[in-house]
């Protein structure tokens, strides 16, 4: 479980977030808003790259403010990025082992757990591919397989589905709604594409310039007047 406690960054005179409160239970949770609602200043929170002007983020107990970036990580915070972090001159199977490196994740260990992602996001066939080679959705799904490695238990996905096809979406819609079941992480998901979220989250909040304006199981929230005039576009 996420608890957020009066969340607040500040970038000089600029309120990024303004004490957002929030509770995360649900296995998907969605966070959506307008450009420059503060969804990005959000994740950079939890990853340790927002200037914290007040509040805390504690997960299972742990506080996780306390925590510098790279100790995060290796606790089992695990993000992917809008636009994905792929190296032209790494193969799939170097990327995830230079996640395992990270993660202090020993040799007799690594290679069933490289084994276990790429199967379950379907690159096991490209695991020797180098990153330049790899198309737009292998790439995404490599990203992918970087957060999964190491026993991961939050995971931030930063505009999943961006320039995927209608069938690379429903398999990106397979590995969202099994991570839990199967690597028993917790997924926050950023996303613009409706449909997804509707699909996919359980629970989905709304911010609008740093302020949360709506949260609640995700059907009710997309109908929520406010959602709709500040994100939807009525």
Partial sequence: MITINDLS??????????????????DVTGLIGPNGAGKTTMTNAFSGFAPIAG???????LSLLDLPPHKRARWGLAR??????IVDDLTVEAHLHAVCDTKKIGRHDRSAAIDEVLEFVRLSDQRTKMGADLNP???RMCEIAKCLIGAPKIILLDEPGGGLSESEMQDLRRIIRETKTRFGAQIVMVDHDVDLVRDVCQSTAVLDFGRLIAFGPTNEVLQDEAVKTAYLGR
């Fill in 137 to 139: 959705y292998e790439k």
């Fill in 9 to 26: 960054v500040k970038y000089g005179g600029v309120v990024a977030l303004d004490s957002v409160t929030l509770t995360l239970k649900d």
């Fill in 55 to 61: 509040g805390e983020i504690v997960i299972d107990g």
């Fill in 80 to 85: 992917s990025f809008q636009k994905v972090q």
